[in-house]
């Protein structure tokens, strides 16, 4: 498991649901694999009661299934919980891009443009790690522009499901079209199209629909069977 720093100021509890959470999604905790809390707890430097509330906050969005005597599994790939991650993700975040083309101001429009700049860089230079914090990160942006904050936690709790698809997604697919679409949608943004930029959001949350075959091909073992 790869461990991150501890934030100042925050909770033993919040730092181990971040660093459990950061782990499921960049697949370091694989799934269908079976954690221990003592581990968790013994790694971190944790008592187990923070790891046993980390460890119950993500049962509660179905990611992590708590089994009485034997430890917890990490949940194999649900497409089911996938397509609910984006349905209310889409549905904000439209709104959220509607609002951006509003809100924007000259300044917020150097600073996405740098980030999809250092999103090409990484991206070519075969940084998978930094080049999904950057994904996210432009994503992030438009909440912040907009003063929507709360909404993006909330998207963020359930969003994990659809992180584990993105992170497999980026060694299976071209990433270069991803980039490609936040730039489009910079450029929507940018020249206040309001209805061009909903469109854009919508077609880009979407890809997974595009790309579910190739990313199931190559990593059969951590989705769930299609009856």
Same mark, same amino acid.
């Given at each position: 498991m790869?461990?991150?720093?501890?934030?100042?100021?925050?909770?033993?509890?919040?730092?181990?649901?971040r660093?459990?959470?950061?782990?499921?999604?960049?697949? &370091?905790?694989?799934?269908?694999?079976?954690?221990?809390?003592?581990?968790?707890a013994?790694?971190?430097?944790l008592?187990?009661?923070?790891?046993?509330?980390a460890?119950?906050?993500?049962a509660?969005?179905?990611?992590i299934?708590?089994?009485p005597?034997?430890?917890?599994?990490?949940?194999?790939i649900?497409?089911?919980?996938?397509?609910e991650a984006?349905?209310?993700?889409?549905?904000?975040?439209?709104a959220v891009?509607e609002?951006?083309?509003? !809100?924007?101001t #000259?300044?917020?429009?150097?600073?996405?443009?740098?980030?999809?700049?250092?999103?090409?860089f990484?991206?070519?230079?075969?940084?998978?790690?930094?080049?999904?914090?950057?994904?996210?990160?432009?994503? #992030?942006?438009?909440?912040?522009?907009?003063?929507?904050?709360?909404?993006?936690y909330?998207?963020?709790t359930?969003?994990?499901h659809?992180?584990?698809f993105? #992170?497999?997604?980026?060694?299976?697919?071209?990433?270069?079209?991803i980039?490609?679409?936040?730039?489009a949608?910079?450029?929507?943004v !940018?020249?206040?199209?309001?209805?061009g930029a909903k469109?854009?959001?919508?077609?880009?949350?979407n890809?997974?629909?595009?790309?579910?075959?190739d990313?199931?091909?190559?990593?059969? &073992?951590?989705?769930?069977?299609?009856d």
């Amino acid at each position: 498991m790869k461990n991150i720093e501890k934030l100042s100021k925050e909770s033993n509890r919040d730092f181990a649901l971040r660093v459990i959470r950061e782990n499921i999604i960049n697949l &370091q905790l694989q799934p269908g694999s079976m954690i221990s809390e003592q581990d968790i707890a013994d790694e971190l430097h944790l008592s187990r009661t923070p790891v046993h509330e980390a460890l119950q906050e993500l049962a509660r969005t179905k990611i992590i299934e708590i089994l009485p005597q034997r430890g917890s599994l990490v949940s194999l790939i649900d497409m089911e919980l996938v397509e609910e991650a984006v349905f209310i993700r889409s549905t904000i975040e439209v709104a959220v891009i509607e609002l951006a083309c509003r !809100k924007a101001t #000259e300044e917020d429009f150097v600073k996405l443009e740098e980030n999809v700049s250092l999103q090409k860089f990484y991206q070519s230079n075969q940084n998978f790690e930094k080049f999904m914090e950057l994904d996210n990160e432009f994503h #992030e942006m438009f909440y912040r522009i907009t003063n929507k904050m709360q909404c993006h936690y909330m998207v963020k709790t359930m969003n994990i499901h659809y992180d584990r698809f993105r #992170e497999l997604r980026m060694y299976s697919s071209d990433t270069t079209i991803i980039i490609n679409e936040h730039k489009a949608l910079l450029d929507a943004v !940018k020249n206040r199209d309001e209805k061009g930029a909903k469109a854009l959001i919508v077609q880009h949350l979407n890809r997974h629909y595009v790309d579910e075959k190739d990313v199931r091909a190559k990593y059969p &073992q951590y989705f769930i069977k299609k009856d």
